[in-house]
């Protein structure tokens, strides 16, 4: 399987060791800044944990975009450090993705529920079925069970592999299939087209906010909506 964070970080980092890495003030190679100084391996920019704070004017944060904060790989510790940093700077509206959502409940759930302390907080996972959607839609409300929890709570379907019909956790999905559809083992385009169709008139029906990103253009030409509740996706 493609990834492009995978690839972007090897580009620029290497291979890596496997191994887990912090560091403590930017990291240069050959005498330039790099970002990705042990390529993929999971590095924790412990340094950075302080720019939220830092920033004055309210923004929208995708917070581990090329990673996974919620990772089986990522220790408790940093989470723990990285979700107390987000509510040090709560003017800011952060947005969380995770493909691993069964660990979300360690941090949130009946116990100290630290998401509760972060009043913008916008929880996903990503999907590509209906079962993975059902147990992510499971994960997220036990992480976040309450109506008083501040988490709100997200579906990424990306790439669609079939119609979704949803529960009632998420708030808003985004939808989307493969961007190079020739290059995978994927359905053919028409089933694809009726599953987007079908997943986004259902979301709709149950007052989820859609987004539907660029490569459905690529299964049908129908128009789809294009809304973000925090503003820019």
């Given at each position: ?9 090897r ?25 990705y ?21 309210a ?9 996974d ?26 947005v ?16 100290e ?39 709100r ?59 539907a ?21």
């Amino acid at each position: 399987s493609y990834c492009w964070a995978e690839a972007m970080a090897r580009r620029y980092g290497g291979e890596g060791a496997g191994v887990l890495h912090v560091l403590y003030g930017p990291a240069a190679i050959d005498g330039r800044a790099n970002a990705y100084p042990y390529g993929f391996d999971p590095t924790f920019h412990q340094y950075r944990l302080g720019d939220p704070g830092r920033k004055t004017k309210a923004a929208v944060i995708g917070v581990c975009f090329t990673s996974d904060l919620f990772g089986a790989w990522v220790p408790a510790e940093w989470i723990r450090e990285l979700l107390g940093a987000m509510a040090a700077a709560p003017r800011h509206t952060y947005v969380v993705l995770t493909k691993n959502p069964r660990r979300l409940a360690e941090f949130g759930s009946d116990g100290e529920n630290l998401f509760n302390a972060i009043p913008n907080l916008w929880l996903g996972a990503t999907v590509t079925n209906q079962a993975q959607a059902d147990a992510a839609e499971v994960a997220l409300c036990d992480a976040a069970p309450y109506k008083h929890d501040t988490a709100r709570k997200w579906l990424s379907i990306e790439p669609i592999e079939g119609r979704i019909v949803f529960l009632t956790a998420a708030e808003f999905v985004a939808v989307g299939g493969y961007n190079k559809p020739e290059m995978h083992r994927y359905p053919a385009a028409g089933y694809i087209a009726d599953a987007i169709a079908d997943t986004i008139d259902d979301a709709e029906a149950c007052g989820i906010l859609v987004y539907a990103k660029n490569n459905v253009e690529l299964y049908t030409a129908r128009a789809f909506p294009r809304e973000v509740p925090w503003g820019t996706l």
